[in-house]
């Protein structure tokens, strides 16, 4: 079955603009998790969602927010982007329950310039 | 927040096993322990993953000490496509926690 699919692949915005990343799961897996890697700070968690419901939050400003639509499709935005947003943002997708396993897609890269 | 500590590089002659060590010193009894390993410019890919014994599949080994502080991830034969960062996490559900990775070269 298909992966997770991450659109778009790479973009470029300025300083100040938002920013709007979409996530499609992996058929079935209702819960959808997003990280933040860069180079400095590794892969570092967002938040999860989960039947449209926040989940889980990591320690990121509230710049950062996300949403998870009924066919548990998700996206994360980023508002008055900084330098230091730029990053490969990751989204992966589970089935629910203790030791699942979570499946990445290839990202998306964001440069901020 | 269960953290892992992972040696930032490690180096393995071709064909040869590799020992890839992880601390989780702060694990909590139901959190499972995951192994994924990432190639440039890819998602991280699922390895492996246990929560209180060892475990086999195709790819690796996970060997998880008694008291579950720490963990190997064990390649038994160590190939060129196997040259990539390494993660070592621990799950409280569906959040996972990754430490910065062990990068692994492989020398033909």
């Known amino acids: 079955k298909a992966g997770v699919t991450q659109t778009p692949r790479y973009l470029i915005k300025t300083r100040g603009q938002q920013v709007t990343l979409s996530c499609s799961p992996i058929?079935?897996?209702?819960?959808v998790s997003w990280y933040q890697q860069t180079p400095g700070q590794g892969l570092q968690f967002l938040f999860e969602?989960?039947?449209?419901?926040?989940?889980n939050k990591g320690n990121f400003p509230g710049r950062f927010s996300g949403r998870q639509f009924s066919n548990s499709r998700s996206e994360m935005n980023v508002s008055t982007l900084e330098l230091g947003d730029s990053a490969l943002y990751l989204c992966?997708?589970?089935?629910?329950?203790?030791?699942?396993?979570?499946?990445f897609g290839e990202g998306s890269w964001l440069t901020v310039v | 927040d269960a953290k892992t500590t992972q040696p930032n590089s490690m180096e393995s002659n071709e064909e040869e096993p590799v020992h890839l060590p992880c601390n989780h010193s702060?694990?909590?009894?139901?959190?499972?322990i995951h192994w994924y390993r990432q190639l440039p410019s890819q998602g991280p890919e699922y390895v492996i993953h246990g929560l209180t014994s060892n475990v086999n599949n195709r790819m690796a080994s996970l060997a998880i000490a008694e008291d579950r502080k720490s963990s190997t991830l064990i390649l038994h034969r160590a190939t060129l496509r196997d040259a990539a960062v390494y993660y070592c996490?621990?799950?409280?559900?569906?959040?996972?926690?990754f430490g910065t990775g062990t990068s692994l070269t492989v020398i033909p």
């Open positions: 702060t694990i909590s009894g139901t959190d499972y």
């Open positions: 969602y989960f039947s449209e419901t926040q989940r």
């Open positions: 058929s079935g897996h209702r819960s």
């Open positions: 996490t621990t799950a409280t559900g569906n959040q996972f926690y």
């Open positions: 992966a997708s589970s089935a629910d329950g203790p030791g699942n396993t979570i499946y």
